[in-house]
């Protein structure tokens, strides 16, 4: 109960410590209170590196510093009643200034044009969109011990900061408990008379709490950047991709519940609620899906729950089925009552006859879905639907086209068998290139492919750039 409550605590210190409220200020006195400088330090340092994941080291630790600062300050028995609202005004007017030493954000700059209390609520809600590529590698255990014997402190900090910069969509409990935890082993082990041994132990302790917080960053991370709505479809689109024989009954409770559990479980501040709701989740996956298709079959022997979800999670996409052309939805389909149903089944439909990455369909089923939508609040619904129904169909599938084009050979190939292939159909297709112009354009797709040509690529940064390449 304790831990939980402080992490209750700790959420609120986000918007708290940029208000300048008096009950805000009663929030983050007691939370300091309760946790003791310590620990109020760390979790400024989780939650400002969470929020401004982009900035670096220097820059979250000064602004960590300066909020620790006006806290203990302002917070001390006798301290002036206006020291909290004084000191977290100048705290916004520095973050103004043009050689701040804090995060840097594209939106500070209008935050500044306002003044007082709305200025301060305008730094408040500024964060920076989630790494989707992390780069947080764990060092070696002797290099490990080594910056920890030299500087415990120093290398806690800096940890804390590499980690919930780098997964910092993960929910705050797990990355809490996370990073408590590999600090707690670190600590014993470097200070024990067999280290690698004492890491091999530990480790394997905290297995599944670091994959639960790994995936649960990767899975949020894409809610975060969908929304609620386009994460349906989304999880519609994969399991449909990855189980096409499967019915559309199966798979959107699927979808549906996942979205929820992500609702639900990305920002709580209970501990379990994602090592609950998950292994709940890979039991409808197994009841729903492991008789439909193999490869869920497979899956579903595995041991833990949390073995399960990886194994479906990272499941690539089934060859695609071989049936009739769908047709495309009129207004009959879409204006009416049961419009979302006709959304499910089309897109359903498409995504199991379509051998292209979520990311490409997510995109162009979009912009469909969009102008389709407005044709229904058209004055002549029909009118609208022939007009633009057949364009947007050449659009569509020509997109698609040029996806798998993008995409073709990825997944059926080791990397350098991909980019092998690749750099002979660029070949064909560009004949009076130099040799000097194909390797870069080789180069070029194929990074392309690396990041956006699987089943789980991140939608942010390759909805950029599916645009572009295709």
Known sequence: MKRILVLLLALALGHALERGRDYEKDKVCKELAFLGNDDFRSLSLILYSRKFSSGTFEQVSQLVNEVVSLTEDCCAEGADPTCYDTRTSALSVKSCES???FPVHPGTPECCTKEGLE???CMAALKHQPREFPTYVEPANDEICEAFR???KGFANQFLYEYSSNYGQAPMPLLVGYTRSYLSMVGSCCT?????ACFLKERLQIKHLSLLTTLSNRVCSQYAAYGKEKSRLSHLIKLAQKAPTADLKNIVPLAEDITEILSRCCESTSEDCMSKELPEHT??????LSTKNSKFEECCQEKTPMDIFMCTYFMPAAQPLQLPAIKFPTNKDLCGQSGSKAVDQYTFELSRRTHIPEVFLSKV???TLKTLSECCDSQDSPACFNTKGP???KELTSFIEKGQEMCADYSENTFTEYKKKLAERLKTKMSDSSPLELAGLVDKYSDFASKCCSINSPPLYCDTQVGKDT
């Not at 024990?192 to 690698?196: D, E, F, M, V, W």
């Open 119 to 121: 200025r301060k609520l």
């Open 192 to 196: 024990s008379a067999s280290p690698t």
């Open 150 to 152: 030299k500087d415990p």
């Open 391 to 393: 364009l947007l169909k």
């Open 99 to 101: 050689d701040s030493p």
């Open 283 to 288: 039991i409808k996956i197994c009841d729903n």
């Open 365 to 367: 089923l979009e912009t």
